[in-house]
Nanobody, 127 residues
Framework: QVQLVESGGGLVQAGGSLRLSCTASGRTFSSYRMGWFRQAPGKEREFAAAISWGGWGGASTDYASSVKGRFTISRENAKNTVYLEMNSLKPEDTAVYYC?????????????????WGQGTQVTVSS
């Protein structure tokens, strides 16, 4: 069982930056692939970024095209934490951001591909 708690959301002006954090309970965090999803009002939850568990070659990452080049996902296994650094924020980035953990192999890109979810943190970008 893994419990995830997100933090770092808030209100920011367009062009600004935020860093989200997600801290996991449990001693097997490093074995999970992690992801960030977001859900805007009236829309379905969508993939934003994912990161592998790490290891000798380092963690691999991938991003939705809408955030690539602006968002960076990273993890600190020693702190059971995954981050989402968000730069050059746009009003369309406004959403609740969710952290998720995946026990399956490879990166996950769909909601159904993740086993555990946090409660979410609100990000609002004003124009």
């Amino acid at each position: 069982q893994v419990q995830l708690v997100e933090s770092g959301g808030g209100l920011v002006q367009a062009g600004g930056s935020l860093r989200l954090s997600c801290t996991a309970s449990g001693r097997t965090f490093s074995s999970y692939r992690m992801g960030w999803f977001r859900q805007a009002p009236g829309k379905e939850r969508e993939f934003a970024a994912a990161i592998s568990w790490g290891g000798w070659g380092g963690a691999s990452t991938d991003y939705a095209s809408s955030v690539k080049g602006r968002f960076t996902i990273s993890r600190e296994n020693a702190k059971n934490t995954v981050y989402l650094e968000m730069n050059s924020l746009k009003p369309e980035d406004t959403a609740v951001y969710y952290c998720a953990a995946r026990s399956g192999s490879g990166l996950g890109y769909t909601v159904n591909g993740y086993d555990y979810w946090g409660q979410g943190t609100q990000v609002t970008v004003s124009s």
